[in-house]
């Protein structure tokens, strides 16, 4: 080492020239570059209960919560309930159901009576016709209808019927059939006729 | 026919558990002899479960039908009803021949009082008067035939003085003035 400093003082101041030395720089490895991953479980926080028997449970003492081996601590959970408990006595009545009970007919002969007997126009299956005038037509026909017994006739000019009332003690049963004519001119009035 | 004799009529209907019946016996002329009609009968939710399907065929055929026949002070000579369920028990309950008459738009038959067959069993029409379309007559089964003639000659005797099915128009007549009666 003493040789080189005196060697580099000559030389320096002699020959005005100094060593310069070579190095070469190289790098054997990189360092390694390594990503940091964490790996995380999941753990479903649940609680698995089961039931095996149905049976009188005190929930507060032998209720035991475990997820993945971790214990809850009873104070953690805040159960309610209690024993249940089996009826032993039943408070209930036994009702009999009665058969659906037979009905009252009502009489009410006075109202149907007042409640007139309707006949239809059968012009078109008569074929009897009376005899009219020239001019004349028949337009209706209503029967059979018990003249004698008769209280009164109303024409239902809507529906086209005749409304019979009868007397209820008449003893007359023979019947005759009432034709509606009409002469074809303009404010005629329509006619009754018994055949 | 004595002026007497009768002719009966019995209906019996309803729906939603609602239902009436009521009966009207006329003479030869349709003049009202006897008229007995029942309440409407609604039954219990509870009624209608225990009964089931029975539950209308019981409150027709036995409640009201034997209630409305026990009932009656006329007795006719011949029961006619619009409904073919009432028929049988009719015929065995009501002590007289029973028919379900109908109109019917068949051309009409050869002579007043001609009965015809039908294909249907106990079916046949009867041409009960001259100005109108034969009528549908349907007996119980096991009717005899000479129960079948009788009760048509009753009723082409009736319809040369009244029109046979008319008096079921004037029941209904009759209820609905009793019931807005009663409303009212």
Known sequence: ?195 | MANNSGIGYITIDGNEGLIRGALLVVDVRGIPLDFRYTDYIKPTKLERILYGNALDTYLKQELILQSLLDAVEVEPQLWICSDMNLLTPLKENGHVKAVLVSASTRQPLENVGSIESTSEPNVFYLQADGVSAPLRLVFAAGTRSDEIQNSAALLVEAAGTMEITEPFTRIQKALASLASGTEG
């Not at chain 1, 995380?40 to 609680?47: D, G, N, R």
């Not at chain 1, 058969?99 to 309707?118: A, G």
């Not at chain 1, 018990?146 to 000019?157: D, F, G, H, I």
């Open chain 1, 1 to 195: 080492m003493a040789f080189e400093q005196v060697k580099n003082f000559v030389s320096r101041h002699v020959s005005r020239r100094i060593d310069v030395r070579f190095h070469d720089v190289q790098i054997s490895s990189f360092p390694e570059i390594k990503t940091k991953r964490e790996k995380i479980s999941v753990y479903p926080l649940k609680a698995k209960t089961q039931v095996q028997t149905i049976k009188p449970l005190d929930f507060k003492t032998e209720l035991e919560c475990k997820v993945q081996g971790f214990k809850f601590e009873q104070g953690l959970l805040k159960v309610r309930g209690g024993f249940i408990k089996l009826f032993t006595k039943y408070d209930f009545k036994i009702r009999k159901v009665e058969k659906i009970k037979p009905v009252r007919p009502k009489n009410s002969l006075r109202q149907i009576i007042t409640i007139p007997q309707e006949r239809m126009n059968r012009i078109k299956w008569q074929k009897l016709r009376p005899r009219v005038a020239p001019g004349e037509m028949v337009i209706a026909w209503y029967g059979p209808i018990v003249e004698s017994a008769v209280l009164k006739l109303v024409l239902n000019k809507q529906a086209g019927t005749l409304l019979i009332w009868y007397d209820s003690r008449s003893r007359k049963f023979s019947t005759r059939g009432l034709f509606l004519c009409r002469k074809l001119e303009s404010g005629s009035r329509p006619e009754w006729r018994w055949v």
